[in-house]
């Protein structure tokens, strides 16, 4: 597929920005996203090609203004629903709880 | 009111993924000791120290190097480093005549099992479009000098097929064993760009 992610020899990028002593996650999200990407995949919940086709079908403008990671939770999102796996609505229902817990939380 | 009731994702990345997190926990289909077990892992048993192991071993063993140079698969599962984004790996060396460089232009494709997770700037959109284009300027801003009488080989890795660099063994280590050798092994030489040094 021609898109986006096919990024060898584009031009405008910028300078490299190489960070010293890197963490191998930069926040507690990510090492949960990671797990669960991993998790999910080991039990056969879709192929690794799907995986990286899906971050292809990312929305170009949304796929270069957003990190690695939030990439594996789009195409994890997405796959799940596409595959069954998840109901769109247990994904809506999902965020909803997140967010009230969070501002209960907040509130608290 | 809207004409739909469609729920828009948290913007917080961080609500979202829990959120994920959570419903899959609910659904049975992922394990809470199963997620920490795979943290843990890339966390502290999966980095270059790794591929540190590999590159003293063939500094210090040149059957085993032949073996790494000619096979690296199975040479690599020799000191126990095998599975996932590795299953089929490449060891190009850097000589005096070539400096080899590894990128994924389209992705991440990086050799996990001898170093780990790739860094931030190897996955980012400047090293991927860039490496292919002009490396020794890429190689500049690592501040690494490559003379032009020194060929410059870039390998962008793929889904199917990952590579690693040999680097070469510095200048001085020659009383240093392989413990020693390993500790003067660092991530950024095994993708290319760094060179070693004695220290």
């Known amino acids: ?29 990510e090492r949960r996203m990671f797990a669960l990407m991993l998790a999910t995949f080991a039990n056969g919940s879709f192929k690794g090609d799907e ?41 809506e229902a999902a965020w909803k709880n997140a967010a009230n817990a969070a501002d209960a939380e907040g509130a608290a | 009111m809207a004409s739909h009731d469609h729920t828009e994702p948290p913007s917080d990345i961080a609500l979202r993924v829990k959120a994920l997190e959570s419903l899959l926990l609910d659904k049975g289909l992922v394990e809470a000791e199963t997620l920490d077990a795979i943290v843990d892992l890339y966390e502290h ?27 690296a698969t199975p040479a690599i599962a020799e000191l126990g480093y095998r599975g996932a984004q590795g299953e089929d790996m490449v060891v190009v060396e ?5 400096h080899n460089l590894l990128v994924c ?6 050799p996990w099992p001898v170093l780990g997770l790739p860094p931030v700037w190897y996955k980012a959109a400047p090293y991927r479009a860039r490496a292919v284009s002009e490396p020794r300027a890429v190689l500049a801003e690592f501040g690494v000098d490559i003379g032009d009488d020194v060929e410059v080989r870039v390998w962008d890795s ?20 392989v413990e020693e050798l390993e500790a003067l092994v660092t991530r950024d030489s095994m993708i290319g760009t760094a060179l070693l040094e004695a220290r």
């Open chain 1, 1 to 29: 597929m021609n898109g986006i992610h096919d990024l060898g020899g584009m031009h405008g990028m910028g300078p490299i920005d190489a960070e010293t002593d890197e963490p191998i996650f930069h926040a507690e999200w």
């Open chain 1, 51 to 91: 995986f990286r086709h899906a971050i292809e079908r990312m929305e170009p403008a949304e796929y270069l203004n957003t990190s690695y990671y939030e990439h594996w939770l789009h195409s994890l999102e997405r796959l799940l629903v596409e595959k069954g796996q998840v109901a769109p609505g247990e994904l």
């Open chain 2, 45 to 71: 048993n999966i980095g270059p120290q790794n591929g540190a192991r590999v590159v003293a071993r063939a500094w210090t063993d040149p059957e085993y190097k032949a073996r790494l140079l000619s096979d």
């Open chain 2, 94 to 98: 850097n000589t005096p005549e070539v």
């Open chain 2, 105 to 110: 232009t389209l992705c991440s494709c990086y």
């Open chain 2, 158 to 177: 793929t889904a199917e097929l990952r590579y690693m660099v040999l680097p070469e063994r510095p200048a001085g280590t020659e009383g240093l064993d």
